[in-house]
Nanobody, 124 residues
C-alpha cells in the first residue's frame, strides 16, 4: 500500500521558518507530479506548491517565501518555509498524482495519494 508521510510541522513565531518533509512508503511507483496543499481553519484545501512535468509552481501567497525541493528517485520532497505569518497557520498535506490535466496542479481533486497532514501554527 502506497502511503505518503509528512513530518516537520510545529509551532513558530511570525517571521520564523519551518521545513516540511514528505516521503512515500515505497519507491516502486514513480510520481511525476507531487504537491503541497494546506487547509487553513474554515477554508478549503488549497494548492501552494507543486512539481509538475519537471517544473515547480507556487501559489502567489507563498511565492518567494516557500521553496519546494524534490528527490525523484525516492518519491520524496520537502517544503522550506520562511517568513512565516499567522495566515500560514494550517494543516499541510503532501499529495501525489499519477496524472494531472494540463496546468491544474493546484486542484486537490486531481491527486489520488495523500498524506495524513501536519499542523503548522504561526503565532504573532
Amino acid at each position: 500500500l502506497l502511503q505518503l508521510v509528512e513530518s516537520g510541522g510545529g509551532s513558530v513565531q511570525a517571521g520564523g521558518s519551518l521545513r516540511l518533509s514528505c516521503a512515500a512508503s515505497t519507491t516502486a511507483s514513480r510520481f511525476e507530479n507531487m504537491a503541497w496543499f494546506r487547509q487553513r481553519p474554515g477554508k478549503a484545501r488549497e494548492g501552494i506548491a507543486a512539481t509538475y512535468r519537471g517544473q515547480i509552481y507556487y501559489d502567489d501567497s507563498v511565492k518567494g517565501r516557500f521553496t519546494l525541493s524534490r528527490r525523484h528517485d525516492e518519491n520524496a520532497m520537502s517544503l522550506q518555509m520562511k517568513s512565516l505569518q499567522p495566515d500560514d497557520t494550517a494543516v499541510y498535506y503532501c499529495a501525489a498524482a499519477t496524472w494531472l490535466p494540463g496546468g491544474l496542479w493546484y486542484e486537490p481533486r486531481h491527486y489520488n495519494i495523500w498524506g495524513q497532514g501536519t499542523q503548522v501554527t504561526v503565532s504573532s
